[in-house]
């Protein structure tokens, strides 16, 4: 699982990839499929709910002739432990994306640092 740190948009991912944002629901994830690289839903949504959205995203984009296996993101929190992330990666989840809660970037820097430190992830 890969963590990032918000810097582009949840429509238009790196090297030009483009991230379906399913917070509308089903009909996002349906619309989706066909077209995006990727789905990072938003919004809070039940966990049975999140796996049906995934799954609707990945059965659409094979009807489209496409590669189901679409990345996952979701939000996470810079104060999320290990369980947490073992949770979001045993959903499927591929990436978390956080944020630091400090508007100072001395304290952005340790915050992530010591995110990174947490859980075990490679500088």
Known sequence: MRV???EVSAVRGQLGQRFGA???GRHAARRDGPRADGF???GSR???ERVAQLELVRTTAEAEGRDPALEYTRWGSID???GA?????DQ???RLVVSASSPDLAEQLRQLEA????????R
């Open 85 to 89: 992330v073992h949770t979001s990666a």
């Open 4 to 6: 990032t740190v918000p």
């Open 115 to 122: 995110f990174g430190t947490r859980h075990d992830l490679p």
């Open 22 to 24: 399913g917070a509308l």
């Open 46 to 48: 039940p966990p049975a």
């Open 40 to 42: 990072f839903p938003g």
């Open 80 to 82: 999320m432990g290990p």
């Open 92 to 94: 499927g989840v591929d």
